[in-house]
C-alpha cells in the first residue's frame, strides 16, 4: 500500500498536517472560537481525502459535469479564497471602526478631564 | 439655540488659523443678528504637525484623535461631542479655507425654520466660483454611486458643507472610516426618513485645497468602501 503513496501526497499530506497543528495550537489558546475550529478541521479532512482518494474528487467532477478531479479542486478552492479576502476585508474594517470609537472616547474623555483639571 | 460648527482637520497648521479667524469674524456678526449661541469645535485628526496647538490659541474646543481615522471617524467625533454638550445643530466644514464662513446663514436658515433635518451646502448648484472640470466629473461619478446605492438624489453628495438638527445627530450613525462617509450620510438621510434639503454654496478652490481634497480616483475607492459596508 505505501509503495503506491507518490512524493507530492506526502508533501501534501505533511502541509494539512502543519496546517491543522496550527489551527488546534490556535484553538487551544483562544484565538478562534470552536466553529472556526471545526471548520478549518473540516476543511482538512476533505483535503486529506482529496489528497489519497483522487479518484473521489474525479467522482465529483463528472457529478457536477466538470472535466478532471483536479479542475473541481481548483474551481471550488478559487472560490473560496476570494470569500476568505472578502471576509477578512470586512474583519479588517470591523476592526477600523472599533479602533476609531476607542479614539473618540479618548479624545473626548481627555476634553473632559482637562476642563475639569 | 446652540450651534457647533465641527471642523475635521487633519495637518492644516498652513491655514487652520486663518479659517478659524475668519469663522470667528461672521460668528460674531451672525450673533449680532440673531440669538443663536454658537461654539466651535476642531477634530484633530491625528495631525503630526501643530494644527492642535494653533487651533487651541484660537480658544476654541479642541478634540484630539491620537491616531489618524479618516473623515468619517472625524465627523462622527464632532456629532458625538455635539449630542453631549446638548447642541441643537451641528454645522460641519472644511478646515482648508474651502468654504466661505458667509454661507453658514444660508446653510442653516432651512433648519432654523424647520423646513429640513439635514442642508447640504452644494458647490454644483452654486453661480458663484467655479469648480475645476476634473472635480466636477468626480463630484458627478460621486453622485451616481450615491443615487446608485442609497436612492438618494443630490447634486454634490461630496460635500463637507452641511448642517443638522438634533433629531438628525440622534439618528444618523456613521459606520465609514474615510471619504465614503459623505455618501454615507445620504444612506442615513433615506434610511430615517430625514428631510433634505440644498443650498447654493460658494467655492474657493486654491492650490492648497485641491491637494489637501479628494483625489479624483475617490469615487472608485467610495464605491469598493461602500461595498464592503453593505456586505458587512
Known amino acids: 500500500m505505501i509503495s503506491f503513496i507518490l512524493p507530492i501526497q506526502i508533501i501534501l499530506s505533511l502541509f494539512i498536517f502543519f496546517a491543522v497543528s496550527r489551527v488546534f495550537l490556535r484553538f487551544r489558546e483562544g484565538s478562534i472560537s470552536a466553529h472556526s475550529f471545526l471548520f478549518w478541521v473540516?476543511?482538512?479532512?476533505?483535503?486529506?481525502?482529496?489528497?489519497?482518494?483522487?479518484?473521489?474528487?474525479?467522482?465529483?467532477?463528472?457529478?457536477?459535469?466538470?472535466?478532471?478531479?483536479?479542475?473541481?479542486?481548483?474551481?471550488?478552492?478559487?472560490?473560496?479564497?476570494?470569500?476568505?479576502?472578502?471576509?477578512?476585508?470586512?474583519?479588517?474594517?470591523?476592526?477600523?471602526h472599533e479602533i476609531t470609537k476607542i479614539i473618540r472616547e479618548i479624545a473626548i474623555k481627555d476634553h473632559e478631564n482637562k476642563k475639569k483639571s | 439655540m446652540t450651534l457647533l460648527i465641527v471642523l475635521p482637520a487633519f495637518n492644516e497648521e498652513k491655514v487652520i488659523e486663518n479659517v478659524l479667524v475668519g469663522l470667528k469674524k461672521e460668528i460674531k456678526k451672525i450673533k449680532k443678528e440673531s440669538k443663536i449661541k454658537i461654539k466651535i469645535v476642531v477634530v484633530n485628526d491625528g495631525s503630526t504637525d501643530k494644527t492642535s496647538k494653533i487651533a487651541k490659541r484660537q480658544k476654541i474646543y479642541v478634540l484630539n484623535h491620537l491616531l489618524n481615522r479618516g473623515l468619517g471617524g472625524a465627523l462622527s467625533t464632532g456629532f458625538r461631542f455635539a449630542k453631549k454638550m446638548n447642541a441643537d445643530l451641528a454645522l460641519t466644514?472644511?478646515?482648508?479655507?474651502?468654504?466661505?464662513?458667509?454661507?453658514?446663514?444660508?446653510?442653516?436658515?432651512?433648519?432654523?425654520?424647520?423646513?429640513?433635518?439635514?442642508?447640504?451646502?452644494?458647490?454644483?448648484?452654486?453661480?458663484?466660483?467655479?469648480?475645476?472640470?476634473?472635480?466636477?466629473?468626480?463630484?458627478?461619478?460621486?453622485?451616481?454611486?450615491?443615487?446608485?446605492?442609497?436612492?438618494?438624489?443630490?447634486?454634490?453628495?461630496?460635500?463637507?458643507?452641511?448642517?443638522?438638527?438634533?433629531?438628525?445627530?440622534?439618528?444618523?450613525?456613521?459606520?465609514?472610516?474615510?471619504?465614503?462617509?459623505?455618501?454615507?450620510?445620504?444612506?442615513?438621510?433615506?434610511?430615517?426618513?430625514?428631510?433634505?434639503?440644498?443650498?447654493?454654496?460658494?467655492?474657493?478652490?486654491?492650490?492648497?485645497?485641491?491637494?489637501?481634497?479628494?483625489?479624483?480616483?475617490?469615487?472608485?475607492?467610495?464605491?469598493?468602501?461602500?461595498?464592503?459596508?453593505?456586505?458587512?
Open chain 2, 93 to 232: 466644514m472644511d478646515s482648508d479655507g474651502q468654504h466661505d464662513p458667509r454661507d453658514i446663514k444660508k446653510v442653516i436658515k432651512p433648519i432654523i425654520t424647520n423646513q429640513a433635518d439635514v442642508v447640504i451646502g452644494s458647490r454644483m448648484i452654486s453661480k458663484k466660483g467655479k469648480i475645476p472640470p476634473d472635480r466636477k466629473i468626480m463630484i458627478t461619478a460621486s453622485n451616481i454611486i450615491t443615487f446608485l446605492f442609497f436612492g438618494v438624489k443630490t447634486s454634490d453628495s461630496q460635500s463637507g458643507f452641511r448642517c443638522l438638527n438634533k433629531k438628525a445627530l440622534t439618528l444618523i450613525n456613521l459606520q465609514t472610516q474615510r471619504m465614503e462617509a459623505s455618501s454615507e450620510i445620504f444612506s442615513e438621510i433615506k434610511k430615517h426618513k430625514l428631510i433634505l434639503k440644498e443650498v447654493p454654496i460658494n467655492v474657493i478652490y486654491t492650490e492648497y485645497s485641491r491637494k489637501k481634497g479628494q483625489s479624483n480616483l475617490n469615487s472608485l475607492q467610495i464605491l469598493l468602501k461602500l461595498l464592503l459596508k453593505l456586505a458587512r
Open chain 1, 42 to 96: 473540516l476543511l482538512f479532512v476533505l483535503a486529506t481525502v482529496g489528497v489519497f482518494n483522487p479518484k473521489l474528487t474525479t467522482e465529483v467532477a463528472k457529478f457536477l459535469g466538470i472535466g478532471r478531479g483536479s479542475d473541481v479542486v481548483i474551481y471550488f478552492s478559487i472560490i473560496f479564497l476570494f470569500y476568505l479576502i472578502f471576509r477578512t476585508n470586512v474583519l479588517i474594517e470591523n476592526l477600523h
